[in-house]
């Protein structure tokens, strides 16, 4: 092999190693973006805080499916004791739900954010007509909690309530969710929708964490 053989030989092997490193940095920086979208700090969670398992839920309590799968979601929960937590993110897709969701955020200021998710998914029929929510209805359903009116509807005026939702869209954008419930098991995004499969990623999930 002459010289200039092997110096063509050497520049593309080094131009090869270089475009192969560029793209192990972009997944990488990719990866990193994702994991940063994936959760939010004081985001509503059910499980032990210490879980090694998260699932991340971006939910909009409009949506029929979310409701649907509220209960299997909490006996994922009770299946693995102590080992797994579900954080719900908002993804207000349905017109009017935006403003549904602050209802629920004031609901957790004062501790009855469970209770109220619950409430609004039982009685969804009716608050929620032709798929798009109707806030004076979702209020009335929401009034049979024991809730100071005064201050939750001073608490749905509050600016961090608007920003943590704002990010949760933001984040929901980032991670292309473009439908509810979208699920994440510490990071796994699910590549088919259905509880099995939903299931089989908590398995695996718990498997390796613990």
């Known amino acids: 092999m002459n010289r200039k053989t092997l110096f063509i030989s050497v520049a593309g092997l080094l131009l090869l190693v270089f475009a192969v490193a560029a793209v192990l940095f972009q997944q990488s920086a990719s990866e990193s973006r994702n994991q940063s979208a994936l959760e939010r700090e004081g985001a509503p969670i059910k499980g032990p805080h210490d879980a090694k398992v998260t699932i991340v839920e ?39 739900s935006d403003q549904v969701v602050k209802m629920l955020e004031a609901a957790r200021y004062q501790g009855k954010f469970w209770q109220a998710l619950e409430l609004l998914f ?27 009116l005064n201050r939750f509807s001073a608490d749905m005026n509050r600016p961090e ?9 933001q984040d929901g954008q980032a991670l292309n969710v473009r439908a509810t419930p979208e699920f994440f098991v510490n990071g796994r995004p699910m590549t088919s ?16 964490a613990y």
């Open 58 to 96: 971006f939910l909009d309590p409009a949506c029929g499916t979310c409701r649907d799968f509220y209960p299997l979601v909490k006996r994922l929960i009770d299946k693995y004791p102590g080992k797994v937590r579900v954080m719900v993110r908002y993804a207000p897709l349905h017109p009017g």
């Open 193 to 208: 929708f259905s509880y099995d499969h939903l299931s089989n990623l908590v398995k695996e999930a718990v498997a390796d």
């Open 161 to 169: 309530l608007a920003q943590a939702i704002q990010r949760d869209v």
């Open 122 to 148: 039982r009685d969804q029929n009716r608050w929620v007509v032709n798929h798009n929510s109707q806030p004076t209805r979702a209020l009335a359903v929401l009034r049979s909690l024991d809730l100071d």
